[in-house]
């Protein structure tokens, strides 16, 4: 379920059965062309179904974060633990263009995953 889904009558309501974030993290570079930044997002689009559909009811999908750059696994790590601290259990980072190295994702707080090209 996307995070605008939700009103704060059905969070409440509902809420304590989404114990997982998914933060889509799309690696844009900023030197795509139009045509390329098109099929990278649908490409992110589609590796997210892969873990919204057969989850849904216990997932939300938080805006992406779109564009990599220097610093990106410490912004990734707070993003995470602040989600975590407003009530997920887990947090998920998902990208299908950009990978976040795993000995630099903070592995107790979060689950990182990434499509290899």
Not at 29 to 50: H, M, S
């Amino acid at each position: 379920m996307k995070f605008s889904d939700f009103d704060r009558r059905a969070w409440e309501t509902d809420g304590s059965y989404y114990d997982t974030c998914i933060i889509p993290y799309s690696g844009l570079q900023g030197t795509e062309t139009p045509p390329e930044t098109v099929a990278l997002l649908e490409r992110q689009r589609d590796f997210l179904e892969l873990a919204e559909k057969p989850y849904k009811g216990r997932v939300v999908t938080y805006p992406a974060v779109q564009y990599a750059g220097p610093g990106m696994t410490a912004l990734m790590n707070d993003l995470c633990r602040k989600v975590k601290s407003s009530g997920f259990q887990y947090a998920i980072v998902m990208s299908a263009n950009e990978g976040l190295r795993r000995e630099e994702v903070f592995l107790k707080a979060i689950y990182s995953f990434a499509c290899l090209r």
